[in-house]
């Protein structure tokens, strides 16, 4: 079973830049998809960007489009989302999460999250 780790999380004015990192541990990551989530207080948790196994098939929820980039490095079982162009309504706690990605499905492994906050 995969354990999660995300990182990288802060304080950031508006129009500034986070890398968030997500560590992966027990498990071979690359027969992972992964996927970026975050939550917003008093909103439910919304995709935010996801990626195949092998790098593949990044998508992006219309608020990430343009502005985040999510990418892997399986030789450092590692996810990455670089967050361009930070708006306030980024604030959220991000989450990584993964699936195996011979099954698909529902993201059902999580990490403990990473609070970012956005300043106007």
């Known amino acids: 079973q995969v354990q999660l780790a995300e990182s990288g999380g802060g304080l950031v004015q508006a129009g500034g830049s986070l890398r968030l990192s997500c560590a992966a541990s027990?498990?071979?990551?690359?027969?992972?998809?992964m996927g970026w989530f975050r939550q917003a207080p008093g909103k439910e948790r919304e995709s935010v960007a996801g990626?195949?196994?092998?790098?593949?098939?990044?998508y992006y929820a219309d608020s990430a489009k343009g502005r985040f980039t999510i990418s892997r490095d399986n030789a450092k079982n590692t996810v990455y989302l670089q967050m361009n162009s930070l708006k306030p309504e980024d604030t959220a706690v991000y989450y990584c999460?993964?699936?195996?990605?011979?099954?698909?499905?529902?993201?059902?492994?999580w990490g403990q999250g990473t609070q970012v906050t956005v300043s106007s």
């Open positions: 999460s993964a699936r195996p990605a011979a099954y698909g499905g529902a993201y059902a492994y």
């Open positions: 027990g498990g071979t990551f690359s027969r992972y998809d």
């Open positions: 990626i195949s196994w092998n790098g593949g098939n990044p």
